[in-house]
T-cell receptor
């Protein structure tokens, strides 16, 4: 079972920042937080991951709370092409490497 | 980034026939490949994990004799749906991982299977 909770859907205006929350209250110290997204009828695309510190790359920023029980994915300037289902996944550092997908958040970027 | 391809991208077959789906890592060697299934408006469900040169590990509830997985080389894994039925119609997605530890998984574009 997925260890994360996400809102089922969100809307955001084009050009604005999209902030997608994720709760992972049972996360352990040796588990990463990963974010993937899936555009309709395509395979999932890796976005970003983190352990304790905030992370940023060319696609997004990941903000992890100090207690690590929740995180927020930030798309700084959302475009229409960012419309997708976003999955927050908790994954062990070691051991089984399989990804368990929850229901994700369906993000719709509106013009 | 690393590229994973799948072939075919879509296939239609008749009930009772078998269908083979290929998953290839194009620019890296994949020691582990994963197969997922996704029904409409649902999330991805892991079917099995395969390591090159060994038998696949199937998730609970997935019939290993119906979904045959072969990972014969470091760049190719195949999923064969045997004696397909309409309820097997789904979107099948593979992913590949380069090594152990924290190497990332890269996903293929998926294969849409329709069984008539």
């Amino acid at each position: 079972d997925a260890k994360t909770t996400q809102p089922p859907s969100m809307d955001c205006a084009e050009g604005r920042a999209a902030n997608l929350p994720c709760n992972h209250s049972t996360i352990s110290g040796n588990e990463y937080v990963y974010w993937y997204r899936q555009i309709h009828s395509q395979g999932p695309q890796y976005i970003i991951h983190g352990l304790k510190n905030n992370e940023t790359n060319e696609m997004a920023s990941l903000i992890i709370t100090e207690d690590r029980k929740s995180s927020t994915l930030i798309l700084p300037h959302a475009t229409l092409r960012d419309t997708a289902v976003y999955y927050c996944i908790v994954r062990p550092i070691q051991g089984a490497q399989k990804l368990v997908f929850g229901q994700g958040t369906r993000l719709t970027i509106n013009p | 980034g690393a590229v994973v391809s799948q072939h075919p991208s879509w296939v239609i077959c008749k009930s009772g026939t078998s269908v083979k789906i290929e998953c290839r890592s194009l620019d890296f060697q994949a020691t582990t490949m994963f197969w997922y299934r996704q029904f409409p408006k649902q999330s991805l469900m892991l079917m099995a994990t395969s390591n090159e040169g060994s038998k696949a590990t199937y998730e609970q509830g997935v019939e290993k004799d119906k979904f045959l997985i072969n990972h014969a080389s470091l760049t190719l894994s195949t999923l064969t749906v045997t004696s397909a039925h309409p309820e097997d119609s789904s979107f099948y997605i593979c992913s590949a991982r380069e090594g152990s530890g924290t190497y990332e998984q890269y996903f293929g574009p998926g294969t849409r299977l329709t069984v008539t």
